[in-house]
């Protein structure tokens, strides 16, 4: 089977930088995706790390360490749109599937 | 870039009756699509993948006569909710990529609101 557990809520104010655990068991091992998920809208892909390591993009980063089964994604300079759900995904063995982790709800103050 | 289309967006529909979700590649062929179901404040759970031209592969838990899935063309996946119930009222997703650009995400459709009354 296959579990992806983070942190079900991150609080931080504007202009900060906050970062979102994602810890994941897996049978297969495909790469760790990121997605971001306004309240009532599509998930929209963040970021991909297939191998470990930090990747960047603009003001998101994400990290990955596959010895430990964990990756992280790191916002800098928070705004206000930043305020919504964000999930780790995996892609595991057969059909390209991907799954989700258990998702952060992040709420940016000003 | 990727764009997959769901229709509708939100659907009403009374208990007992059957209700259709399309999910459509608009600029490139999927062989494979995704659907997940979301209930409020949940994460999104994936129901089945759909096969262009063979059967669909449910997870575990997941009523396959429940929820029929159709994937007759390179373009076009349904999802059907027969007999519908209020426990289904819930946010559907369907989601594809075009072959070999997985590492560039995955793209959703805008979702399905379906209420059972």
């Known amino acids: 089977g296959q579990s992806l557990e983070q942190p079900s809520e991150v609080t931080a104010v504007e202009g900060a930088i906050v970062q979102i655990n994602c810890t994941y068991q897996t049978s297969g091992f495909y790469g760790l995706s990121w997605y971001q998920q306004h309240d009532g809208g599509a998930p929209t892909f963040l970021s991909y790390?297939?191998?470990?390591g930090l990747e960047e993009t603009g003001r998101f980063s994400s990290f990955l360490s596959r010895s430990d089964s964990y990756g992280y994604l790191l916002l800098q300079e928070l705004q206000m749109k930043d305020s919504a759900s964000y999930f780790c995904?995996?892609?595991?063995?057969?059909?390209?599937?991907?799954?989700f982790g258990t998702g952060t709800r992040l709420l940016v103050s000003p | 870039g990727a764009v997959v289309s769901q229709h509708p967006s939100w659907v009403i529909c009374k208990s007992g009756t059957s209700v259709k979700i399309e999910c459509r590649s608009l600029d490139f062929q999927a062989t494979t699509m995704f659907w997940y179901r979301q209930f409020p404040k949940q994460s999104l759970m994936l129901m089945a993948t759909?096969?262009?031209?063979?059967?669909?592969?449910?997870e575990q838990g997941v009523e396959k006569d429940k929820f029929l899935i159709n994937h007759a063309s390179l373009t076009l996946s349904t999802l059907t909710v027969t007999s519908a119930h209020p426990e289904d009222s819930s946010f559907y997703i369907c989601?594809?990529?075009?072959?070999?650009?997985?590492?560039?995400?995955?793209?959703f459709g805008s979702g399905t609101r379906l209420t059972v009354v």
């Open positions: 995904a995996v892609r595991g063995t057969g059909f390209q599937k991907l799954v």
């Open positions: 989601s594809a990529t075009p072959l070999h650009q997985d590492r560039y995400g995955y793209t």
């Open positions: 790390n297939a191998l470990d």
């Open positions: 759909s096969n262009e031209g063979s059967k669909a592969t449910y």
